[in-house]
C-alpha cells in the first residue's frame, strides 16, 4: 500500500520549520517540547494510540476516497463516484461504505471475483477552523472490497442510516459495499503508525468527536481572550504571549486541546492535556473549564 510521507506541511518559516509544543495539564505543568510529533514507538495511555486515531477518523466526516488499482475512477459520467459519500464500521471491523450505484467503484466490486477486489479508502482530515496549514492528518485503509447484497443488506442499511441520519439514505440509488481491512497508517498531528485489521476492530473512536468541530468553531469565534490566557502556561514561551498575531484552537480530543500559535510567518502548536481522559461532554465542559482557569490564574 503505497503510504505518502509526511502527512502534515509544517508550519514555521518559508522552508518548512517549526516547532511543536506539549505544554502540560490544566493545572499548569509548563514542560515545552520544540520538534515535530515523533512517530509512537509504544503504546502510551496518556495519548490515543493509532488505532483510535485511525477509526475515529474513519467513523468522522472527513473526506474520503476510494483507490481500485486497474478501475478508472475519473470517468467524467460519474463526477465524484471515488467518494464514499457515508461509511460507518462494522462489530468485525469491516468498514460499509456506500457508493453511487451504476458507478465504476460498484460495478467493479460487482463483477469482481469474491473477496478479490483489492482497494484502498484515502481519508483526509481537515481543521473545521480557519487556520494556515489546515490539513491536520491523513489515513490510508486497505483490503478487499465486496459488494453487500443478501440477508446483510438490511443490517447494513441500518447502520449506515444510524450513523447518517441526514442520509444519503441507502436505496436504488446507492450501493453499499463492504472494505475488509487488510491493514491501515494513519499520520496527523499525534504522528504516525501502522494499524492491523484486528487492533482496529479493537478500538473505539474518540467519545469526543461529534463535538469537536462546534466546540472549536466556538472557541475561535468568541474566546479569543480565553485562548490568548493559555500563553500562560507555555514556561520560557510565555514571555512572547502578547506578540502572537493568532491564537487558534486546531484539534481536540478525550487528552487534551491543541492550540496553534502565529506571528510573522512563524507558528507552533501548543498540547494542553486535561488532568485526565474525558469521557463525555459533560467531562469536556469541566475540562475544558479548568483549563481556562488555569490560563487566567494569576
Known amino acids: 500500500m503505497f503510504r505518502p510521507g509526511s502527512p ?4 514555521g518559516s518559508a522552508h518548512g520549520g517549526g516547532a511543536d509544543a506539549d505544554a502540560g495539564t490544566a493545572a499548569g505543568a509548563e514542560s515545552v517540547r520544540r520538534g515535530q510529533p515523533r512517530p509512537e514507538a509504544e503504546p502510551d495511555t496518556r495519548r490515543p494510540g493509532a488505532a483510535e486515531r485511525m477509526r475515529t477518523l474513519v467513523e468522522s466526516n472527513a473526506s474520503a476516497s476510494l483507490v481500485i488499482p486497474g478501475t478508472d475512477l475519473g470517468d467524467p459520467q460519474w463526477p465524484g463516484q471515488g467518494c464514499c459519500e457515508a461509511r460507518a464500521v462494522t462489530g468485525e471491523g469491516d468498514v460499509l461504505l456506500l457508493v453511487p450505484a451504476g458507478s465504476p467503484a460498484a460495478r467493479a466490486a460487482a ?17 473545521p477552523v480557519a487556520v494556515p496549514h489546515r490539513i491536520r492528518g ?4 486497505a483490503g478487499w472490497l465486496t459488494p453487500v447484497s443478501g440477508g446483510e443488506r438490511t443490517a447494513c442499511d441500518r447502520l449506515l442510516a444510524e450513523r447518517h441520519p441526514s442520509g444519503p439514505f441507502p436505496g436504488a440509488a446507492w450501493t453499499p459495499l463492504r472494505l475488509e481491512v487488510g491493514e491501515g497508517w494513519i499520520g496527523d498531528l499525534r504522528g504516525e503508525g501502522h494499524v492491523e485489521p484486528d487492533e482496529f476492530a479493537a478500538a473505539s473512536p474518540d467519545p469526543l468527536a ?4 462546534g466546540l472549536l468553531q ?4 468568541a474566546h479569543d481572550d480565553l485562548l490568548r490566557g493559555l500563553c500562560s502556561l507555555l514556561g520560557e514561551r510565555q514571555r512572547a504571549c502578547g506578540a502572537w498575531e493568532a491564537v487558534v484552537p486546531v484539534a481536540l480530543d478525550r487528552f487534551g486541546l491543541r492550540v496553534r500559535f502565529r506571528a510573522d510567518g512563524q507558528s507552533f502548536d501548543a498540547l494542553f492535556d486535561f488532568p485526565r481522559p474525558v469521557r463525555n461532554a459533560s467531562g469536556l465542559r469541566h475540562a475544558i473549564r479548568a483549563l481556562f482557569e488555569a490560563g487566567s490564574a494569576p
Not at 8 to 11: A, E, F, I, S, V
Not at 210 to 213: D, N, T, V
Not at 218 to 221: I, Q, S, V
Request: charged share 30%; proline share 3%; glycine share 4%.
Open 210 to 213: 461529534r463535538h469537536e468541530a
Open 8 to 11: 502534515l506541511p509544517r508550519t
Open 218 to 221: 466556538h472557541l475561535a469565534a
Open 111 to 127: 463483477h469482481a471475483r469474491d473477496g478479490d477486489l483489492a482497494a484502498v479508502m484515502e481519508i483526509t482530515d481537515v481543521a
Open 138 to 141: 491523513r489515513a490510508e485503509v
